[in-house]
């Protein structure tokens, strides 16, 4: 096994990755071939009548019937925060965005904590920014804290690389996680969010995250210390929210080979802290940290999606990014419509009417190989990512979505020749 890799990988690898794969020099292809081997063997053979299947496909249906509205309503806050509301309104869009985004994390959790009996927790290794993430975390959290008295600071070394390979959506899940669980415990004061890179011995790397926080409300420190110190009892359940976010976090960790470290720094004052570990990205793509609508200009999008709300808040950030935009309403369309060349890359939603996403992309994949497919859909779970890959798409990407992670997703993915 090549060297250069690091063990989270070869772990990966050796679990699910055939050896011809091993040599690849392109180590963003190379992972892309990591995530679909780790998630292929979730993916539902057509015929299966498992319990667990059967559990997994109403987990799908849950989850996209509940994303779905929700992106819509993501979308549209996201569309009058930009068009600059009066002071009052944009003082309530936040506030509602501050209640979306805690019941995007709660819902999440919850989903996760089901796969976690299942065993369909893997991770979804992609260049990911540091600086971006934490911004975005911090940004969405800050003014949820602001309201209990608590400040949230910020603080991130030169030495954290400017992009790593990771997986956005669980350690965003995490940090979102942490930040919660000291918001419960701390009523007033501040919460800094540190984060610094250090090299190991052996060459490879890791970014830890402390969170440096007072204390707080003796209940919940106790309940931290008690559900993080102690080896957890395989019957274990959760007992309320932070009790849940606790365990996920820890499986979501686990997958990284970390654990949540607490550090009790005087009467007054604890750190949490948690690392992940990094590899060499240098020859990686660089995600851009702003959005240069120049970038995209001249692409041209198939856009898969039956919710006209859903059509209408991607269509805008697409139009405004001078990306030329084609929609299909269901898979049946999208392949009426779809000549090879005429367009650089396909956005897919899963559950449709008519044809679903994933026999659309076998159609396409059996006379085009080369046309990025990236899934947009509020088919979530680990099962529909598998099913996805297993398809033959490029990527994933969940409702409700994150407009900067959809921009550089088009800019890795699509961008023209002629960009």
Same mark, same amino acid.
């Given at each position: 096994? #090549?060297?250069?890799?690091?063990?989270?990988?070869?772990?990966?690898?050796?679990?699910?990755?055939?050896?011809?794969?091993?040599?690849?020099?392109?180590?963003?292809?190379?992972?892309?071939?990591?995530?679909?081997?780790?998630?292929?063997?979730?993916?539902?053979?057509?015929?299966?009548?498992?319990?667990?299947?059967?559990?997994?496909?109403?987990?799908?249906?849950?989850?996209?019937?509940?994303?779905?509205?929700?992106?819509?309503?993501?979308?549209?806050?996201?569309?009058?925060?930009?068009?600059?509301?009066?002071?009052?309104?944009?003082?309530?869009?936040?506030?509602?965005?501050?209640?979306?985004?805690?019941?995007?994390?709660?819902?999440?959790?919850?989903?996760?904590?089901? %796969?976690?009996?299942?065993? %369909?927790?893997?991770?979804?290794?992609?260049? $990911?920014?540091?600086?971006?993430?934490?911004?975005?975390?911090?940004?969405?959290?800050?003014?949820?804290?602001?309201?209990?008295?608590?400040?949230?600071?910020?603080?991130?070394?030169?030495?954290?690389?400017?992009?790593?390979?990771?997986?956005?959506?669980?350690?965003?899940?995490?940090? #979102?996680?942490?930040?919660?669980?000291?918001?419960?415990?701390? %009523?007033?004061?501040?919460?800094?969010?540190?984060?610094? %890179?250090?090299?190991?011995?052996?060459?490879?790397?890791?970014?830890?995250?402390?969170?440096?926080?007072?204390?707080?409300?003796?209940?919940?420190?106790?309940?931290?210390?008690?559900?993080?110190?102690?080896?957890?009892?395989?019957?274990?359940?959760?007992?309320?929210?932070?009790?849940?976010?606790?365990?996920?976090?820890?499986?979501? $960790?686990?997958?990284?080979?970390?654990?949540?470290?607490?550090?009790?720094?005087?009467?007054?004052?604890?750190? $949490?802290?948690?690392?992940?570990?990094?590899?060499?990205?240098?020859?990686?793509?660089?995600?851009?940290?702003?959005?240069?609508?120049?970038?995209?200009?001249?692409?041209?999008?198939?856009?898969?999606?039956?919710?006209?709300?859903?059509?209408?808040?991607?269509?805008?950030?697409?139009?405004?990014?001078?990306?030329?935009?084609?929609?299909?309403? #269901?898979?049946?369309?999208?392949?009426?419509?779809?000549?090879?060349?005429?367009?650089?890359?396909?956005?897919?939603?899963?559950?449709?009417?008519?044809?679903?996403?994933?026999?659309?992309?076998?159609?396409?994949? $059996?006379?085009?190989?080369?046309?990025?497919?990236?899934?947009?859909?509020?088919?979530?779970?680990?099962?529909?990512?598998?099913?996805?890959?297993?398809?033959?798409?490029?990527?994933?990407?969940?409702?409700?979505? #994150?407009?900067?992670?959809?921009?550089?997703?088009?800019?890795?993915?699509?961008?023209?020749?002629?960009?």
């Amino acid at each position: 096994m #090549n060297d250069f890799l690091h063990p989270l990988l070869q772990q990966q690898i050796s679990r699910y990755l055939p050896t011809d794969y091993q040599e690849k020099a392109d180590i963003n292809r190379f992972i892309e071939e990591v995530n679909k081997s780790c998630y292929a063997p979730l993916a539902t053979p057509v015929l299966s009548q498992s319990t667990t299947d059967r559990e997994s496909t109403f987990l799908s249906i849950i989850n996209h019937e509940i994303r779905t509205p929700l992106n819509a309503i993501v979308g549209l806050l996201d569309m009058m925060q930009q068009e600059s509301p009066p002071p009052g309104w944009q003082e309530h869009c936040q506030q509602l965005r501050a209640s979306v985004d805690s019941m995007k994390l709660a819902f999440s959790n919850i989903l996760d904590y089901r %796969h976690i009996n299942l065993g %369909h927790l893997n991770l979804n290794m992609a260049p $990911l920014v540091p600086r971006q993430l934490l911004g975005d975390v911090f940004k969405a959290n800050q003014g949820k804290l602001k309201e209990k008295d608590v400040s949230l600071k910020l603080s991130i070394t030169d030495a954290v690389p400017v992009v790593v390979q990771g997986d956005q959506a669980r350690l965003s899940q995490i940090i #979102n996680n942490l930040l919660m669980i000291a918001g419960t415990m701390v %009523h007033r004061g501040s919460i800094t969010l540190r984060a610094d %890179h250090h090299h190991a011995p052996t060459g490879d790397g890791f970014i830890t995250f402390t969170f440096d926080m007072p204390c707080g409300d003796p209940v919940h420190q106790a309940m931290l210390l008690n559900a993080v110190v102690p080896v957890e009892p395989a019957e274990q359940e959760p007992v309320d929210g932070l009790g849940l976010a606790i365990l996920v976090t820890k499986r979501l $960790l686990g997958l990284y080979g970390s654990v949540i470290q607490i550090d009790r720094q005087s009467a007054q004052t604890m750190t $949490l802290s948690f690392a992940i570990p990094t590899f060499d990205t240098a020859q990686s793509a660089v995600p851009p940290t702003q959005q240069n609508e120049q970038s995209l200009l001249g692409m041209r999008v198939l856009m898969v999606e039956d919710y006209p709300i859903n059509v209408r808040i991607a269509s805008r950030f697409l139009e405004r990014w001078q990306v030329s935009v084609d929609v299909a309403e #269901n898979g049946q369309i999208a392949l009426d419509k779809y000549t090879a060349g005429q367009y650089d890359l396909i956005l897919m939603d899963i559950q449709m009417p008519v044809m679903d996403g994933l026999h659309a992309t076998r159609a396409i994949r $059996l006379n085009d190989a080369r046309i990025p497919i990236v899934a947009l859909t509020a088919s979530a779970t680990p099962t529909d990512q598998a099913n996805a890959y297993a398809a033959g798409m490029n990527s994933f990407l969940t409702k409700p979505f #994150n407009p900067d992670e959809l921009f550089r997703t088009l800019l890795r993915y699509g961008r023209p020749a002629t960009a």
